[in-house]
Each structure stands twice: as C-alpha cells, then as structure tokens.
C-alpha cells in the first residue's frame, strides 16, 4: 500500500461560448459548492489546456453552500473553454453544485 495522495477531479464538457472561430476572454468563474472542511483547486483551462489558470478555493464556510467568485487577472483567452475542480485527499469529500463563467467576445481569430 501507498501512502501517496489520491487525487480527485471532475471536468466539464468544453464551452464554446458562441462561435468557435471567435477568441473570449474569461474575466470570471463562479463556483457554487457544498460545505466541506478542504480546499479544492479550480483551474480554467482553455483551448484544451493550452492555456490555463488555477485557484484554491476554500470550502469550509460552515453554511450549507456558498458562491466563490474567482477574478481572472489577466484574462484567459482561447476559443473554447473547460473547468476542472479537484483535490487530493480522498478522505475530504466536497462537492460543486454549479459553476458558471463570465466571459467577452474578441471576435473572430486572426491568422
């Protein structure tokens, strides 16, 4: 046996926001979430993970859910945009109950 930590994730399926062929920037992520006693990293990865950011989100609030606001500065751009929550203690469940993501349309990609 292992004593090495269990990571644990959850993707969503990719947004495309719109048009493929428009880059968005991300300006922000909201994460609703159950209350838990560990820390999750979110991370927002774009176009496949080409470019991504992560934050540590703190689940202990002591109420039964909660809506974290993650500022994403600078912006994240890409044409298509994914979510991955995670951990790795599996002796700390948690759990995302939605998640949402404000974004701006850059227009079309340029060559």
Do not use: C
């Amino acid at each position: 046996s292992s004593s090495s930590a269990i990571s644990l994730s959850a993707n969503t399926k990719d947004y495309t926001l719109g048009q493929i062929a428009q880059t968005k920037a991300i300006d922000r992520v909201y994460v609703v979430h159950g209350t838990s006693s560990t820390v999750i990293t979110t991370s927002v990865l774009a176009d496949g993970g080409i470019n991504s950011k992560a934050f540590s989100v703190d689940l202990s609030t002591g109420i039964p859910y909660d809506v974290k606001m993650l500022n994403i500065e600078p912006p994240l751009s890409g044409r298509y945009f994914r979510l991955r929550f995670s951990n790795n203690d599996a002796s700390k469940p948690w759990e995302v109950l939605g998640a949402g993501i404000q974004y701006r349309n850059l227009g079309l990609m340029q060559p």
